[in-house]
């Protein structure tokens, strides 16, 4: 089918959209105008989505594995995590070799052809296995809706394995360490930002997602419900749930961030001439760029002489402050918003056990 161009653009320049015509589920003859896009491929990718995913599909007998992970999408982009979808994109990439291949010719052979490749690609053993589970994600998709059989090939499947890999050591700043790192900060703004990851344990997606009416002062405490995920930006961004029902949490203040916080919500009052409780904590009225956090975070480390830590290891700083200053499992789950509390002792187990050694300390102070 054609792809047209409008000329008439929308004011972020989509101009691309598709017209096609098509039968309905109760067989009635239709047609669909598509919504504009920015580039002729989005046009043409979601055209092939909206056929494969209209009662004019492939026959079973000819699908491509193209045609069922169009479909798979499609079906996916309804129901999944705006964060899930994001990492579908990311992942997309290593299977595109399946493409062309006819679903009813699929093999253990190209599979192992394709692990053969993936192994050359240069990334950790959890994300080649993150893909494989995403592999097997669309196999179990075309079982459910098409009823393809997958077992010649299903029992011969293998995650990857790789014994000499050894797992890469967590970083994170001790309290003496971020104590150093944050007096290098001398913006109101940035601070709050450190401060919110280290005392507060929260992911980059859920502090980008903190808005002003998820303070409460008087009762010195955050409310975790929304994030800003990895793909948005501040001038196209949404709101999504958090990464489980867990995550949801409220979170106490600590008294230096609290201080903090009081003193940056009374200069953006200032700063802002149309300020309200829905701007966000660290930015304005759209949310902070992952480029400008990690900049600030590298400036910061470089002046204070330490190494530069992930954002995600401030994260794994507060769990190491708690850890080490007594807190329990189940607290420490609580707190960074665990689902299970295996979750966090597989995570953190290291840190438990040097915990435990102070426990036996106590024991023997006892006598």
Sequence with gaps: MPIYKDKKATKDGRCWYFKVNYTDAFGKPDQYKSKKFATKKEAVDAERMFMVTSTDKVEDNNMTFKDLYDEFRMHNDEIMKATTLCGYSYKEKYIECFFPVKIKDFNIMQFEQWKRDINKAGISLRYKNDIYKFLRSILNFGVKWHGFNFNNVYNKMTKFQDPNERRKEMSYYNYEEFKKFISYEEDLRWKCVFEIFYYCGLRKGELKGLTWKDIYFDKKVLSVNKQITQLNNRTKFEFSDTKTK???????????????LKMLYEQSKK?????????????????????????????????????????????????????????????????????????????????????????????????
């Design 246 to 260: 867990d995550s949801y949490r409220i979170v106490p203040i600590t008294k230096v961030l609290l201080n903090d």
């Design 271 to 367: 700063e802002y001439c149309n300020f309200n409780d829905d701007f966000f904590v660290v930015s304005d009225a759209r949310p902070i760029s992952d480029t400008t956090i990690y900049d600030r975070r590298t400036l910061i480390a470089n002046k204070a002489g330490l190494k530069s830590i992930r954002l995600h290891d401030f994260r794994h700083s507060c769990a190491s402050l708690l850890i080490n200053n007594g807190a329990n499992v189940t607290l420490v789950a609580k707190f960074l918003g665990h689902t299970k509390i295996e979750e966090t002792l597989n995570t953190y187990s290291h840190m438990f056990s040097t915990a435990l050694d102070n426990v036996v300390s106590v024991i023997d102070n006892l006598e």
